[in-house]
């Protein structure tokens, strides 16, 4: 008997799941983040980044808006780059600044420009030699993300930035150099891919590698 009502339970508890999912209550709650994570942001980050985020704004600001970065971060590294900013640039922290559901919000926002799905080939291991990356960063990266990458205005993300690497991952690294950001100055350099740069997969790494070397420097 009791195996009986166990199992009704279960089912009840199932019926109720299925019931709000089909409800479109989710769906309904994230439309009105979308609305309110718009209004956030055009007040706080389109002078920078620009009315459609594509980094079109009247101060200096990176693309947000492009199917690249949007596959490689997830909610809560967006939520860590509006929340905590970028030190010694125009990003300034926003934590102080916001709530936490605004924060959320604007999150929400940014999430709803993905209009597709892109499965990105990396390496499994991510490590190459850092005195060789140097030599191709200079070659290839120093024009737009600057000397021992310090960054340029409206040219390139400052790479050594404490809180860049802190909150970016090397995997989120290696995509960005390799396959770049459609409609920006940073374009594919993976060998195989449309860019001018047919960088080899190991290359990428070292170039990584050099990277994660300016932490703390």
Known sequence: MKKILYG???IIIIGIIICIFNSGIFSSENAKAVAAGEKV????CLICHGDNGKGEGKNAGVAINNQQYLN?????????????????TGMPSYGPRLTEKELN????YIRNWQSKEIEFEVPKTIAGNPINGEKLYNLYCINCHGEAGAGKLK???????PQYLKYTTD???WIGTAYGRDDTRMAASLKGLDGVRQLKEK?????VSYIRS???K
């Open 155 to 161: 040219m390139g993300t400052a790479l050594s930035n």
């Open 214 to 216: 300016l932490e703390g």
């Open 8 to 10: 009704l339970y279960i």
């Open 171 to 173: 995997k989120q690294i």
């Open 203 to 207: 290359e990428i790494s070292d170039i």
């Open 72 to 88: 490689s971060v997830s909610d809560k590294d967006i939520y860590n780059s509006v929340k905590f900013g970028r030190e010694g």
């Open 105 to 108: 919000n604007v999150v929400a």
């Open 41 to 44: 942001y055009q007040k706080q």
